[in-house]
């Protein structure tokens, strides 16, 4: 499986940006897709998932809300909206396939994240 995330870049405090994930390769032996992201000095935090075959999704606390994740099955691209965004936001985004149903509880192991796509930064900033 392979994965290119894209969408980053320099946004003002409030503002909007849309991640894309485009996913290729074996998408139904790894049909959960999930958004992670990574600030500097800091663990690696997952934000989000979804399922490709149902679209049933979890997002983390502080981001539930102001983050919306959505599929386009036909383009094999999951989306990451994310609105109202804030400082603390900034980091680099990465997306990861795994055969694991959705699970805020799987965010802290990356054992249950077999493929990992290049991160895209995205900075806020006035």
């Known amino acids: 499986v392979q994965l290119q995330a894209s969408g980053g870049g320099l946004v003002q405090p409030g503002g909007s940006l849309r991640l894309s994930c485009a996913v290729s390769?074996?998408?139904?032996?790894?049909?959960?897709i999930n958004w992670f992201r990574q600030a500097p000095g800091k663990e690696r935090e997952g934000l989000s998932c979804?399922?490709?075959?149902?679209?049933?999704?979890t997002y983390r606390n502080s981001v539930k809300g102001r983050f919306t994740i959505s599929r386009d099955n036909a383009k094999n691209t999951v989306h990451l909206q994310m609105n109202n965004l804030k400082p603390e936001d900034t980091a680099v985004y990465y997306c990861?396939?795994?055969?694991?149903?959705?699970?805020?509880?799987?965010?802290?192991?990356?054992?249950?994240?077999?493929?990992w796509g290049p991160g895209t930064q995205v900075t806020v900033s006035s």
């Open positions: 990861a396939a795994s055969q694991y149903p959705c699970s805020n509880s799987y965010f802290y192991n990356r054992a249950y994240y077999s493929y």
């Open positions: 390769g074996s998408t139904l032996d790894y049909p959960y």
């Open positions: 979804i399922s490709s075959s149902d679209g049933r999704t």
